[in-house]
Each structure stands twice: as structure tokens, then as C-alpha cells.
């Protein structure tokens, strides 16, 4: 099996050779090991201290930010037929040692993604701010609401992806991939396993690029999983909120019915009767929005498995040795 390492960088001079330095330079079941240090846009010393520990560099000169960096990363895992990817930080919050047991479910065939999981163990959750932790925890139990999957962390950036779950993968968001990548894959009806890991809480160094801002990154989260409900559970996203508006405006017809049938007048709550029949014929025009969507949704599904197919044929399936 061929394995790619990859570890997206931007100004991690200090952290970046030793994060290098501990990756293993053998793994069980791994015939050849491959590390890609992707700079996307570094002002420091970033690419020069990969050129030093003597990996491949791939350079951007200007910022794109790491969603269209793991994009890049993706490209290039099945350009250079790797089986398998394990994508790391550079800033040293995960022991490289790790790497052998991320990708072990993928190699014994019970996992096409595999994730490490600061929050599975309770004796592992590491120290990170209460606000952080919170967001964390709250963001694991809305993908688990919306994929019927129990997850613990969803944003941890250490994960390792079979060829085939490459394969599958289409990401459109322009901040960060991590919530996206989750969706899709599960949504896909794709193994996932969660692996609990020692991880530090804060960097070394400086502030996340991504979770620098909680605010903006909270903001572009929620965008994202809006998104990708959107395009993957249509009729699940609309039919929840047409049924609920629905279902109230229902309610306000029945008070309004035994009111009229008890004491043959509706006078003083006509508002409520009207407001009733708005939110049941507003209730139903976002039904019917859930089931065009759907329908558009099918297509996509189409094109979704044409592009797979496509990419495969490009790419090349798994190449197994």
C-alpha cells in the first residue's frame, strides 16, 4: 500500500522540521511512504526548513487558504497513486507517532476515513478554552444529528482517507474543509471510525489560521454545513421546517374551528385564523421547495457517481500492491 503523508503549512518554520522528523520512515502494511509539504503562501522560512528535512514541497505564492489547499492536497494523493492519505498540521499539535494507528482501520478494510478524536476519551480531552471546547462538542452533536451517526469531533484536522474515499470526494467550501469533508463522506454512507489520540489543546506558537476569529469561524462553519444539508438531505432540511410551520399553523385552524363550532363566533381571534392559513400555505410551498430540491438532488446524485467513475478512470482505482 502506498501511503502519502501530507502536512499543509503556512509560517510554521519553528514547528515544521520536527513534525517532519517524527513521522515514522516505516509503517506496517505500507510498501512505500511518500511526505508532501504543501506552503500555501508562507512569508517565513516554511519551505526552505521542508527542502532541509528533504521532503517535496509544494508552494503557492500567495494565500488560498486550507480549504483549496486540501483540494490541492486531494489532486495530488491520486495523481501519485497513493491508498492511502493521512493529512497532519505542521504546528506540532499531533504526535506523528500517531500515524500508524490512524491509518491501521484503513488497511485491515474497516474504515474508508479515519479520524483522530480529542473528546472519545474522556482521559485524553486535552486543555483547550472553554469557548473552544464548547463549539467542539456542540458542532460533533449537530453532524451526528444530521447524519444519524454518533461523532465526537468533527474538526480535528488529523485524518487519514483511503483512495477511495478521495475518490468520492467533491468539496466546494473556501474556509475550511474539515466539517464538509465529514458530511460528505458520511452522507455517502462511507465507514468512518474515530480514533482517540493525545493531542495538545493550543499551538506552540502563534493562533490558529482557521479558529483565530470564533466568530468568523463559527459563521463559516454553520455556512457550510447549511450548504452541504443542503445539497446532500434537501427533502430532510426543508421538510423539517415546512412540517413544523405546517403543524403550528394547523394548530391555530383547530383552536380556531372548536371556537367557531363551541360558540359560533371567532370574534376576537380572526388574526389567529388567518395567521394559521398563511403558515399552512406557507408550510407547504417549502415542502414543495424539499421536493423539487429533492428531485434536483437525484440529479446531482447522477453526476456525483459520473465524476467518480470519470475520476477513477483518471486516477486510477486502488493500487493495491
Known sequence: MRLMISIPAFNEERTLRRVISGIPKELPGCSEISIVVFDDGSTDNTSAEAKAAGVTVIRRNNNVGLSQTFQSIINTALRQGADILVNIDADGQFDPNDITRLTEPILSGRADFVTASRFMDERLIPRMPLLKRFGNRFVARLISVLTGRKFYDVSCGFRAYSREALLHLNLFGKYTYTHETFLNIAFKEMDIEEVPLVVKGEREYGQSKVASNLWRYGYHMVNTIFRT??????????????????????????????????????????????????????????????????????????????LYISKKDHFGGSRQS
Not at 245 to 259: E, K, N
Not at 287 to 301: C, F, H, P, S, W
Request: hydrophobic share 55%; no cysteine.
Open 229 to 306: 444539508m443542503l445539497d446532500y438531505k434537501p427533502l430532510k432540511f426543508f421538510g423539517w421546517g415546512g412540517s413544523t410551520v405546517f403543524i403550528i399553523g394547523l394548530g391555530m385552524d383547530i383552536f380556531i374551528f372548536f371556537r367557531f363550532i363551541l360558540l359560533h363566533s371567532v370574534t376576537p381571534f380572526k388574526t389567529i385564523g388567518f395567521a394559521g392559513l398563511f403558515l399552512n400555505v406557507f408550510g407547504l410551498l417549502v415542502l414543495i421547495v424539499g421536493l423539487l430540491a429533492d428531485m434536483i438532488n437525484k440529479t446531482r446524485q447522477t453526476q456525483e457517481r459520473l
